[in-house]
C-alpha cells in the first residue's frame, strides 16, 4: 500500500512539476514581450524628445533673433535721441551765435 501512495504523490508531484514549468515558459513569453515593449517605447520617447529638441532650439533662435531686433531699434533710436540732445544743448549754448545769424 506504501508503494502506491508512494506512486501516487510522484503522480502528483510530477504533474505539479509540468504545471510549474508551463507557468515559467508563460512567464518568458511574457517578459519577452515586455522587453519588446520597452525597447519600442524608448525608441519613440527618444523621436519625441528628439522632436521636442528641435522645436526648442528653433523657438530659441527665433527668440533670440527678435531680441536682437528689438535691441538694434532701440539703440538706434537711443542714440538719435541723445545726439538730438546734445545738438539741442549745442544750440542753445550757442544761441547768441543763432540770433545775430538771423536778425
Not at 14 to 43: A, P, Y
Amino acid at each position: 500500500m506504501e508503494q502506491v501512495s508512494t506512486a501516487s504523490r510522484v503522480a502528483v508531484l510530477e504533474t505539479r512539476v509540468d504545471g510549474i514549468r508551463e507557468d515559467i515558459h508563460e512567464l518568458k513569453t511574457d517578459i519577452k514581450e515586455v522587453n519588446v515593449n520597452v525597447d519600442s517605447n524608448k525608441v519613440e520617447l527618444k523621436e519625441q524628445l528628439e522632436k521636442m529638441y528641435n522645436a526648442s532650439c528653433d523657438q530659441h533662435a527665433a527668440l533670440a533673433k527678435e531680441i536682437k531686433e528689438i535691441k538694434e531699434f532701440k539703440n538706434k533710436w537711443v542714440y538719435m535721441t541723445l545726439g538730438g540732445i546734445a545738438v539741442f544743448g549745442w544750440i542753445s549754448g550757442h544761441w547768441d551765435k543763432f540770433n545775430l545769424l538771423f536778425k
